[in-house]
């Protein structure tokens, strides 16, 4: 079966520009998970669809950050204006939010956002 | 809130050898999974491992098991007979089954495989 998939792979922008980021995740999958990993850090949520609806979403800075989900599929993140401290890569990941898997989240490559 | 710390920012083994990474955390909840992910270079997560908070059976997969202890907060993996490939970032994760199931992660700790 194929993976999460995740475009595009690396993306330099500057300061005050914006940017978006795609995620397919595993097909079936009815949820979705966008995290940001800042270097030395381990991933934090930034938000979580279930099919299109969010379930969490309090820790995404919304002033700047919008992500959907439209026909719960594919989905998108996106930064408006971009800072410094948004440099990171930005994983997705995908689960059938089902018990008898733990609910294990699978992961896509990430995407590595550099902001100069 | 949960909260996930490992301790070991750096480890390193010899080929063969064995390793424990280190990892407590802490929850309200009663009903949780505990995981190890493994990050390479490719920036890849990859599980390794999950405990369910319910079992006491500590869980296994091939040379990969962990301790856990409930009561303490702490979860443990070891890794037996270490490989080259074994090398990587290695992340403890928990997620609550009470809320969004979401995982929140340590801040990794980078292993070592000397060959």
């Known amino acids: 079966e194929a993976g999460v998939a995740q475009s595009p792979r690396y993306k330099i922008i500057e300061k005050r520009q914006s940017v978006a980021f795609w995620c397919n995740p595993i097909?079936?999958?009815?949820?979705l998970y966008w995290y940001q990993q800042i270097l030395g850090q381990g991933p934090k949520l930034l938000i979580q669809?279930?099919?299109?609806?969010?379930?969490?979403d309090s820790q995404l800075p919304k002033d700047r950050f919008s992500a959907e989900r439209l026909k719960g599929v594919d989905s998108t993140l996106k930064i408006q204006p971009a800072k410094l401290e948004d440099s990171a890569v930005y994983l997705c990941a995908s689960s059938t939010h089902d018990r008898e898997t733990s609910y294990e989240q699978y992961f896509g490559p990430g995407t590595r956002l550099t902001v100069t | 809130a949960q909260t996930v710390t490992q301790s070991q920012p750096e480890m390193s083994v010899q080929e063969a050898e064995t390793v424990t990474l280190s990892c407590t955390y802490d929850t309200s909840e009663s009903d949780y999974y505990l995981f190890w992910y493994k990050q390479p270079p490719s920036r890849q997560m990859i599980l390794v491992i999950r405990q369910e908070a319910y079992k006491q059976q500590n869980a296994t997969e091939n040379r990969f098991s962990v301790n856990f202890q409930k009561a303490a907060k702490s979860f443990s993996l070891k890794i037996s007979d270490s490989q080259l490939g074994d090398a990587a970032m290695y992340f403890c994760a928990s997620s609550d089954m009470g809320g969004s199931e979401k995982l929140v992660f340590g801040k990794g700790t980078k292993l070592t495989v000397n060959p």
């Open positions: 669809f279930q099919n299109n609806g969010v379930v969490d």
């Open positions: 097909s079936g999958h009815a949820t």
